[in-house]
């Protein structure tokens, strides 16, 4: 029974990911055909596996050079520690960063990671994400959005995106 109950939760899988991910390569391309080069930045852990299937395909379709950032935070206590970049100083002044997360629930990571990257004076400051379930509670919007979702506050949307296991799905 479990694993009927576990596919009626399925809400992507690996094809319409894959799929979701090319749209929005797409996407950033339009908006951002003119720059020679871009920074996507991916919230450990998801965001940063999505921000790297978003560098392959924008590489594939465009001549836009794009660099790679993972940042890594205390998601439920941003202020306790410190926001670590990967790799460290990177040049971002006068670029267009994409900050790239999984789920955009409440927008309170995005915000939170936002002031990391506003220090760098960055020529604009953009946000991709695969399922935005519309609760925000920090000025944060997404840019570019895969899937839209409107959730209750107790449910969940969890991502995979390993080998085992390879979707999303709504607990």
Known sequence: M???LQEQ??????????????????QIYEKN????????AGIHENGYTLAQMLAAKLQAISPIQVQLLS????????LNEPI??????????GKVIVLV??????????????????AHNPKKVEIATLVDRHHPLYPVAATYTGYSLATTMNEHIM???NEEKYGAYLH
């Open 9 to 26: 939760n399925l809400i992507l899988d690996k094809a319409q990911i894959e799929q979701k991910v090319m749209r929005i390569a797409y």
């Open 2 to 4: 479990a694993p009927q």
């Open 71 to 78: 940042i890594t935070l205390n998601k439920t206590a941003p």
């Open 101 to 118: 997360d999984d789920v955009l629930n409440t927008g309170k990571t995005l915000a939170y990671t936002l002031n990391t990257f506003l």
């Open 84 to 93: 670590i970049l990967e790799p460290e100083q990177p040049t971002l002044s």
């Open 159 to 161: 991502v995979y995106l």
């Open 33 to 40: 055909f003119e720059e020679r080069e871009l920074v996507l």
